[in-house]
């Protein structure tokens, strides 16, 4: 079984300025991928990033990018020049890779984002 | 194209009244599943599918039932509704299980906010 778990509730970040969300996991699978799901108001989940936990080089996708420390078993999420179009609701879930997962995903408890102007 | 769709987007319900919520996906994938999204929980799994004709329980799937009689629609259904059943519920699908990583995207519906009251 996978626990994921978003100690921030909320954050908030200035028009530009950089943003760091935390995410913590907890799975005893030797292979599993991670992900970050944006939700705005329009309640539509989007793919934000994804890592494979067997690379050891953080994804990165325009301005978002993320710390992965497997050891630590953390997975965080770096905004940069953060916009007012980021805010939104942010959930960090993971994915056991193995075929007997079935896809099913465990989600964070998210986090909700205010960009200040 | 039209992706992952939730049909109805809004619904209020009585304690006691059943009701069939209907997702479709236009995108041949053969995995589905049916979540439920509560303030400070994150979304839960409620039943899934790996493909037509096939469900299995999910974290939370007490109350419901589904049904995944054509690969592209997957019904979740609730006998006799009640209050604590008051949510977000959230459809989605994934092309397949395993390697490359691209695969296992879950691509959502837009949600359907149902108040049982």
């Known amino acids: 079984a996978q626990t994921v778990t978003q100690s921030q509730p909320e954050m908030s970040v200035q028009e530009a300025e950089t943003v760091t969300l935390s995410c913590t996991y907890d799975?005893?699978?030797?292979?599993?991928?991670l992900f970050w799901y944006k939700q705005p108001p329009s309640r539509q989940m989007i793919l934000v990033i994804r890592q494979e936990a067997y690379k050891q080089q953080n994804a990165t996708e325009n301005r978002f990018s993320v710390n992965f420390q497997k050891a630590a078993k953390s997975f965080s999420l770096k905004i940069s020049d953060s916009q007012l179009g980021d805010a939104a609701m942010y959930f960090c879930a993971c994915l056991p890779a193995g075929g007997t997962s079935y896809g099913k995903l465990t989600f964070g408890q998210g986090t909700i984002l205010t960009v200040h102007p | 194209n039209a992706g992952v769709t939730q049909t109805p987007k809004f619904r209020v319900l009585k304690t006691g009244q059943s009701m069939t919520l209907l997702c479709a996906q236009d995108m041949n994938h053969e995995y589905m599943y049916w979540y439920r999204q509560d303030p400070g929980m994150g979304l839960r799994l409620i039943h899934y599918?790996?493909?037509?004709?096939?469900?299995a329980k999910g974290e939370v799937p007490d109350g419901y039932n589904v049904s995944r009689l054509k690969k592209q629609n997957f019904l979740l259904g609730l006998e006799s509704a009640a209050p604590s059943q008051t949510s977000v519920y959230f459809c989605?699908?994934?092309?397949?299980?395993?390697?490359?990583?691209?695969?296992?995207?879950?691509?959502f519906g837009p949600g359907t906010r149902l108040t049982v009251l």
């Open positions: 989605a699908s994934t092309k397949a299980i395993g390697a490359p990583s691209s695969y296992n995207e879950q691509f």
């Open positions: 599918s790996v493909g037509e004709g096939t469900t």
């Open positions: 799975t005893s699978e030797s292979d599993y991928y």
